[in-house]
């Protein structure tokens, strides 16, 4: 609970005075809540700019998840996040875990963003494997038998074990 509350106080902080409408909902006190049951003071944020989406998730991208749904399609706003969090891929649209540019950003900041990725180019699938060899084995099987990605896989794997 205690990062969800510097999740939303990051977010509120981030747009202060650029426009954004919220609504508080009533503050009660529960006992025993479940875990389903978000905090009562939640701020849910209904409209935010352009600007402020990407400042936001451009300072932490997992925040992607809070924006509305209008974000979570909009190529620009996704890239911000993702470069700051590969992780934010899950938050993200379809249409944006399809698009090669948004997974290519992903996975450049985090390989194991791949997870989340419905499409993946050749280009990409190189560019993880040339980061990390062993994330050869997270790769559609499309790639895992693609020969020059299983080249790179193991040229990388290779290197990092004569580093060691």
Do not use: C
């Not at 998840?65 to 992780?87: F, M, T």
């Not at 450049?108 to 993946?120: G, K, V």
């Amino acid at each position: 609970m205690f990062l969800f509350v510097v999740a939303v106080a990051t977010f509120v902080t981030a747009v202060h005075g650029q426009g954004i409408e919220t609504i508080k909902t009533p503050t009660r006190r529960r006992t025993n809540a479940s875990p389903t049951h978000k905090n009562d003071r939640e701020q849910r944020f209904l409209s935010v700019s352009k600007d402020t989406a990407i400042t936001v998730v451009s300072q932490n991208g997992s925040m992607l998840q809070k924006l509305p749904n209008e974000w979570k399609n909009n190529k620009d706003v996704v890239i911000a996040a993702v470069r700051n969090n590969g992780s934010a891929l899950q938050f993200a649209s379809d249409a944006m875990k399809a698009d090669n540019d948004v997974v290519a950003a992903a996975v450049t900041n985090n390989p194991s963003a791949i997870q989340y990725a419905l499409s993946l180019s050749k280009d990409t699938a190189l560019a993880v494997v040339t980061q990390n060899g062993s994330m050869l084995q997270q790769l559609p099987n499309e790639w895992k038998n693609d020969k020059d990605v299983v080249t790179a896989a193991v040229t990388r794997s290779e290197e990092h074990t004569s580093e060691l």
